[in-house]
């Protein structure tokens, strides 16, 4: 009897020894792309909240009130709610693998037989009691390979995260470059008011003199009452244009007054084939690769699944009847007669094949999108051109020509009038134009995950 306990032992430690061979899943977080590297977007290592990061970060913006693109950048990537959100997913996965990895639990069994009957075999007379215990045991790799997809999903988690944190910094320039713009448009609005108190005060002193009609002044007066409405207008802009900003590090207080910068900064664009070159960091490309390591691990994994898995089970039974103990032992293994999870297998197999056309077709939209940013960016590029040498000095010219001309009776007012409003559509259409020229730079900036010198 003692040298069958022992031979049961063994068979039950060897279960266990056979199965426990250590797995220790990995989910590997891919390297940051260059486009904001040096700003910090952690993904969290514990569980625990994590609550007291937005009033370190809002300490960035304290020092005064004036903001700049760094420190809007740092804000941002630090304490974007969503990004927050979103960094989880990468330890979400890593747990998820950890449960992979883990062994099927034995089970334990206790069973009487031949109780409760009659003579011979009354009460527990002839009880048989079995206690045994089970262990379900996978073969062909299958825990292995389990925790292998477990571990490429998370790969994905974290290329999907450093997509997200590429967006947030793209949507942190546009953002910041919009309240440049907000604040240029202001600075025209306040300029254009103050032009027309001045043109109004000058019609005044021509109509006391008895050189202008009072109707000139009432024109007057209403050109002004209209620049102030685009003024109070502009500063509402600015003001909804300083709150997104803010929005994107998840304050709903302005903590600054106003952002620092300079639109009229236009850098030179590299050739469209040196980005087109960069394409491939793209985290929304590069994520490729990991999903078809994924689906091969998932076919690997739906294969192994052909592999019939035993059930072994060793335990004691006692023989109340003759008062003796003896071992059972028992094995069950599937038969593979109907499902072989061929259907399984042929669906990761063409999954396979989906990746491939995905990852080309993903490929083609961002170079195609990249080009289309390009070109209107050089077109963008070319008009501020022309409209800082041409447009604008000529508009400007005029003005100055006309305005001293009506002072001196040689234009009318609506000559005045109509200068006065081309110079300053020339200007807010050359605002417009370097704001649509930086956000589109933030934009190839995104799809390329390399950095356009410009507007730090």
């Not at 300083?242 to 600054?256: C, I, N, P, V, Y």
């Not at 910068?261 to 490309?285: F, M, Q, R």
């Not at 297998?345 to 939209?365: C, D, G, N, T, W």
């Not at 040498?389 to 000559?415: K, M, V």
Request: aromatic fraction near 8%.
């Amino acid at each position: 009897m003692n040298v069958g306990l022992k031979f049961l032992a063994i068979g039950i430690v060897s279960f266990f020894v056979v199965g426990c061979a250590s797995i220790r899943p990995t989910v590997q977080v891919p390297e940051k792309r260059e486009l904001g590297r040096e700003f910090a977007s952690p993904i969290p290592v514990s569980i625990e909240p994590q609550a007291e990061r937005a009033d370190t970060a809002f300490s960035v913006a304290d020092s005064g009130d004036v903001l700049t693109l760094r420190q809007a950048l740092q804000l941002a990537l630090l304490n974007n709610p969503a990004l927050q959100g979103f960094s989880y997913e990468v330890r979400i996965r890593e747990a998820q693998a950890l449960q992979a990895s883990l062994l099927p639990n034995p089970e334990v069994g206790l069973e009487v037989e031949n109780i409760g009957g009659q003579g011979d075999v009354s009460g527990l007379r002839a009880a048989e009691t079995t206690l045994q215990f089970s262990q379900f045991i996978e073969l062909g790799g299958k825990r292995q390979k389990r925790t292998r997809v477990a571990e490429l999903e998370g790969n994905l988690a974290g290329w999907d995260f450093e997509a997200r944190r590429l967006d947030v910094y793209a949507a942190t320039v546009e953002a910041y470059v919009a309240v440049v713009a907000a604040q240029e448009r202001v600075r025209l609005s306040r300029e254009l008011v103050a032009l027309a108190e001045s043109f109004l005060n000058n019609i005044y002193e021509r109509v006391e003199k008895g050189k202008d009609s009072p109707a000139e002044a009432a024109r007057a007066e209403v050109e002004l009452a209209n620049a102030t409405v685009e003024l109070q207008a502009a500063e509402k802009a600015l003001q909804s244009a300083r709150q997104e900003l803010a929005a994107l590090w998840g304050s709903t207080r302005l903590k600054f007054q106003r952002v620092s910068g300079k639109l009229d900064t236009v850098v030179a664009l590299p050739p469209l084939d040196n980005l087109v070159d960069y394409v491939v960091k793209n985290p929304d490309i590069a994520r490729w690769a990991a999903e078809k390591q994924l689906a091969d691990a998932r076919l690997a994994s739906e294969k192994a699944q052909r592999i019939p898995d035993p059930v072994v089970s060793g335990g004691i039974r006692r023989l109340n009847e003759i008062e003796s103990n003896a071992f059972v032992m028992g094995i069950s293994v599937p038969l593979l007669v109907f499902n072989r999870n061929q259907g399984n297998i042929r669906a990761a197999e063409l999954q396979r094949l989906q990746v491939e056309r995905f990852q080309e077709a993903a490929l083609i939209a961002v170079r195609s999108n990249l080009v289309t940013l390009y070109n209107q960016l050089t077109a963008v590029r070319d008009e501020i051109q022309i409209i800082r040498t041409q447009s604008l000095p000529r508009a400007e010219e005029a003005f100055r020509i006309i305005r001293e001309g009506y002072l001196s009776g040689r234009f009318g007012f609506l000559d005045v009038l109509d200068a006065q409003r081309t110079l300053f559509d020339v200007r807010s259409r050359y605002v417009d134009a370097l704001a649509e020229f930086h956000t589109l730079v933030a934009q190839i900036e995104r799809l390329t995950a390399h950095r356009i010198d410009g507007f730090f």
